[in-house]
């Protein structure tokens, strides 16, 4: 496993190194923080909707009941869990402010679905036939569905009663727009020009909205202070890189369910924070420099962690 390891960080290299090219535009001038805002909202109502019917439609992994139930049902419940659980021990790190605890259970709480884990997942699980990769695709559905709910809710301090719009997004909608769609067989009646224009557009949302992200870390990292603010990066590495992985390894050895969703569950396990958070909760009035801080430290302390994680759950899921 350890001698594997390298080749996966470089798998994910590119990933930081887009996030640095929307940091180095920042700082030489290419990307104004004013043009942030259009920008973001062409990511989450265009192009990242783009990216989700991409992916769902045709997808054979939905065709299973296991999958297309229990995946979602477990992404969801895993991220709910990270997300009250950070709340409640926020103040233990020092993390009582209101808009600084909920950014900090809005960025502790969720792992990274995306970047980091489908080429690791490629390169331990796939051999060939990608099933454990679309288990991960349907698996995120629920990650999505609980980011865009209560994530959204939990970082703008919005009551549910008055925030039912917050519910209704692009992301979410185009969700339950797609399992529709897939199940009446778009894909082979949708016109391949239109099936193709989706393709091309939802490629585009990941590179841009990591560029984003790196800009916002560029506006961001003046202000980061690590040493006087050394507690809640502390408690997140403990809690994202420690008690969650733990709980959710627990989940991946007793879930009656199949193979390859324990082993998108072991994989979550070692992740570390997500990194939209960062641009999410500058747009949700949260606050962006908690958020970054909070990413930088437990992607940091990831290399380390992850190839114990990754060791530990092989060892506990094996047959």
């Known amino acids: 496993m350890s001698p594997e390891y390298l080749p996966l960080l470089l798998a994910v290299a590119p990933v930081f190194l887009t996030v640095g090219a929307g940091w180095g535009i920042r700082r030489v001038g290419w990307l104004s923080a004013a043009a942030d805002t259009s920008l973001l909202r062409v990511v989450v109502n265009l192009l990242f909707p783009c990216l989700i019917l991409d992916t769902l439609l045709g997808n054979r992994a939905l065709d299973q009941p296991g999958n297309l139930l229990l995946a979602p049902a477990v992404g969801f419940g895993t991220v709910a869990l990270g997300y009250a659980l950070s709340y409640l021990a926020a103040p233990l790190f020092g993390v009582r402010e209101p808009r600084q605890r909920r950014t900090f259970a809005f960025t502790a709480g969720i792992f990274n679905y995306g970047y980091i ?32 709910t209560v994530g959204i809710l939990l970082v703008s301090g919005a009551s549910p009663r008055r925030a039912w ?28 020009f239109a099936l193709e224009t989706v393709h091309r557009l939802g490629a585009a949302a990941i590179p841009l909205g990591l560029i984003l992200t790196g800009a916002t870390f560029a506006d961001q990292m003046r202000e980061l202070n690590f040493k006087a603010n050394a507690a809640d990066s502390l408690g997140a590495c403990l809690l994202r890189l420690g008690l969650l992985p733990l709980l959710m390894l627990a989940l991946a050895r007793w879930l009656p369910g199949p193979i390859e969703l324990r082993q998108v569950i072991l994989v979550q396990a070692a992740m570390p924070c997500a990194v939209m958070p960062v641009i999410l909760s500058k ?7 908690t958020a970054l801080r909070l990413i930088l430290a437990t992607s940091a302390v990831a290399v380390l962690t992850m190839p114990f994680w990754l060791q530990l759950g092989l060892r506990w899921i094996a047959p």
């Open 283 to 289: 747009h949700y009035g949260g606050d962006p420099a």
């Open 165 to 192: 719009r917050h519910l209704f997004n692009a992301p979410v909608v185009t969700i339950l727009l797609a399992v529709a769609l897939h199940f009446s067989g778009a894909r082979g009646w949708l016109p391949g």
């Open 117 to 148: 884990p489908l080429p690791l997942i490629q390169k331990l699980f796939d051999h060939g036939d990608q099933r454990t990769s679309a288990v991960l695709f349907t698996h995120n559905i629920g990650v999505e569905i609980a980011l865009w």
